[in-house]
């Protein structure tokens, strides 16, 4: 049994996933995370010094300087400073839209845990370079300041996907066409079963390669696009809360503000009257 798994007894926070969150930390031996069930979102690191450890609830892997990590939405993960070491990195939490899908298609190092290493001191320092972008833009509050932090965020997922290009796992087309069909018609009511005959897959075949290569099932996903649509609608029109909820594919408003909630951390009115608040 891995030393992560007797880490700590509490149970980290879990993120809100529809907010955009990054930071640096620096920290010694004893530094733990534990989060049993994991996170709705994904959750990137670079290690800037020393090495981290990560566990998935049955293996573990390293992080060392010059690498990236990422693990995929639904995976349980414990991770925190080994001994004898001070651990440095940046660390991002998101959900990536959905043209960002194959920019993530990083080698899966152990199950839900992906890894790149960058030797290029160019390239690295590129993408250093954006994260201290990321981290300064999601500090800020003005109008701008979200936009500006996602555009930070797609041009380090571009860099560390030319890095690794050589190596890099190209998205099963099957899958492709399933993300640009329900990105396009996400108003429509689909299912599992109904998407894999699209594919000519089977049901299990076709839910099983989908969360192997986006990190989260096709309804998870359909889900948070619905979502995204939401939100912009709040931000650019009149229409009321149950048209809104209507208009992205929800059957019912409260189901839809009980979701809203949970993705981005409050409720679908109160969201609006904030940026109303903060236009004016």
Same mark, same amino acid.
């Given at each position: 049994?891995? /030393? ?60 060392? /300087? ?21 651990? /440095? ?24 845990? =992906?890894? #790149? ?34 555009? #930070? ?16 796992? =190209? ?26 005959? =699209? ?46 909820? /209507? ?10 503000? =009980? ?22």
């Amino acid at each position: 049994m891995s /030393e992560f798994m007797c880490f700590s007894a509490k149970e980290n926070r879990t993120t809100i996933p529809g907010k955009l969150v990054s930071g640096r930390y620096r920290q010694p031996f004893g530094y733990r995370v534990k989060r049993s069930k994991g996170t709705k979102d994904f959750y990137l690191t670079m290690t800037l010094h020393g090495k981290g450890l990560f566990h998935n609830g049955s293996e573990t892997c390293e992080c060392p /300087e010059s690498e990236i990590t990422l693990i995929t939405p639904g995976t349980p993960h414990y991770y925190g400073t080994p001994e004898h070491t001070v651990w /440095e990195f940046n660390w991002c939490h998101f959900v990536p839209k959905e043209d960002w899908l194959a920019l993530l298609q990083l080698p899966e190092t152990i199950k839900g845990i =992906r890894s #790149a290493r960058v030797d290029s001191a160019k390239d690295w320092l590129h993408i250093a370079g954006a994260f201290n972008n990321l981290i300064q833009y999601n500090e800020e509050s003005h109008l701008f300041s979200e936009r500006l932090a996602v555009n #930070a965020l797609e041009e380090i997922l571009l860099l560390i996907s030319k890095n690794a290009l050589e190596t890099h796992l =190209r998205m099963d087309s099957r899958v492709e066409e399933t993300v640009k069909l329900i990105s396009q018609h996400y108003k429509k009511s689909f299912n599992v079963p109904e998407l894999a005959a =699209r594919v000519n897959l089977s049901a299990s075949r076709f839910a099983h390669l989908f969360k192997m290569q986006t990190g989260e099932s096709v309804m998870d996903m359909l889900n948070k696009i619905r979502l995204r649509q939401s939100r912009k609608l709040l931000e650019t029109t009149s229409l009321t809360i149950a048209e809104i909820a /209507e208009e992205v594919g929800f059957n019912h408003p409260f189901y839809f503000s =009980r979701q809203f909630a949970a993705f981005y951390g409050t409720p679908p009115a109160v969201f609006r009257k904030h940026i109303l608040h903060t236009m004016n």
